[in-house]
């Protein structure tokens, strides 16, 4: 078989894990992410305009354990992909591409993303009264 | 130049068809778009926490609420076609399956825009 033994082109498994790739792979996931999650903005929306007992279902689907992970891994998957957007933004008038601006807004996108998800649930946890 | 290539590479679907310009600058607008869009998406949703349904309803039956809801449903599912068909075109190379999805995307995001446009309207207008 001396096709198999052929060598390949380099792909991720290769490469030492570096904050560039990360901050690029995380957008894509994240979007993906957000885009399966248009089904609840949806459901919410299309329950709100059907009357209390759809709502209450939605309400009870969001309010239990995956729900809720669902909804926290959808906040920091906004959180992310806006921060990491406007980081894109920023990379479109063809700034901050010097190595060391490069990876201090990566990091800063993906730090960021935790800060504000923690942000956003602090906000859910005190309005519900605590835990 | 052009005079020199056959038409086939065109029906082929090869080289440019002259409006890949378009999907970059269209994804950048929605994405624009949505930056503030997302900030009062995150407030709205934080505001629906505490309130029961009438509550809710009142909430996005305000008539600025309405606006950006549709203006944000528009842009998200807007953004989510130019960002999936990319995702595809990168990783779906079977070329049935290609077109099949690319497909199935589009008429998702266009069936859940008008969706959510008319449970929308649907609540402003109390119906």
Known sequence: ?131 | MSRLRTPLKTVRGLGSARSGTRHFIVQRITAVALVPLSCWFVWLALSLVHLDYAGARALIAQPLHAVLMVAFVGSVFWHAQLGLQVVIEDYVHTPGLEIASQLAVKFLCVLGALASILAVVRIALGS
């Open chain 1, 1 to 131: 078989m001396p096709q198999a033994a052929r060598p390949k082109s380099p792909h991720l498994q290769i490469y030492r894990w570096q904050i560039q790739m990360v901050s690029s792979i995380l957008h894509r996931a994240a979007g993906v992410a957000l885009a399966g999650g248009t089904v609840l903005l949806v459901c919410l929306l299309v329950a709100l305009a059907g009357g209390p007992e759809v709502y209450a279902k939605v309400q009870r689907c969001c309010a239990s354990m995956p729900g809720q992970l669902l909804l926290l891994g959808w906040t920091w998957s906004l959180a992310y992909h806006l921060l990491n957007g406007l980081r894109h933004l920023l990379e479109d008038t063809a700034a901050g591409f010097e190595i060391r601006t490069f990876v201090m807004t990566g990091w800063v996108a993906v730090l960021g993303s935790f800060v504000l998800t923690a942000l956003v649930w602090i906000c859910v946890l005190l309005q519900r009264g605590g835990l």
